[in-house]
């Protein structure tokens, strides 16, 4: 697992900054953030919908685990990660996910896309766990087309649409953390972290 970090508060404009508040511009305590799940789920179940959206991501890992997809990490994004709420008087509608994975032994692209192909499914993905999923296979020789999906990522998940430079998260892809992060959000009930 990777050494995670906190999250910083919430900009002024209602967005993570893209660098934590008093480091220079080329530290390393900038996006993608890598925090725990748990803190993942402590820090954005401050409401029904957030904490809809939250079981919608965890089930989501949960499918990604029954296939044997254990290793990587997840670039976290979208108005879930903002503070939409004050910004533009709505709820989140979901969460933005670009699972970097790296296939289980003895399985491709191919062997997993047939054992489960709706999990590979966009629209199935946004309508069953509010997820709006992409995916990265970690491990491979990187190749030109590769680089172009993480920079588009990278530079659009980096910004609002109105040019705003914001910041976003990453979450290890490993299991161990889930159960603890669900009993949290069971618990939560609505509380409210900020």
Known sequence: MTTT?????????GVLPPVKPGMSGSSPERSPYQIDLI????RFATSPDRMQILEG?????????????????????GSFLENIET?????????????FLYLPAGEDQRSMAQKSPRLFDQSYLKSTFAV???FSVLGQPLNAGQVKCISYWYSMWSHRRNGLWKGFVQVDLDASQDADARAILNLSGGAHHE
């Open 5 to 13: 970090g906190s999250l910083p508060a919430w900009s002024s404009a």
């Open 132 to 134: 709006d999923g992409y």
């Open 57 to 77: 991501f965890l089930k989501f890992r949960e499918e990604l685990h029954a296939l044997g997809i254990n290793s990587g990490f997840q670039w976290l994004d």
């Open 87 to 99: 910004l533009e008087n709505r709820p989140p509608g979901d969460m933005d996910v670009v699972t």
């Open 39 to 42: 803190s993942l789920v402590d």
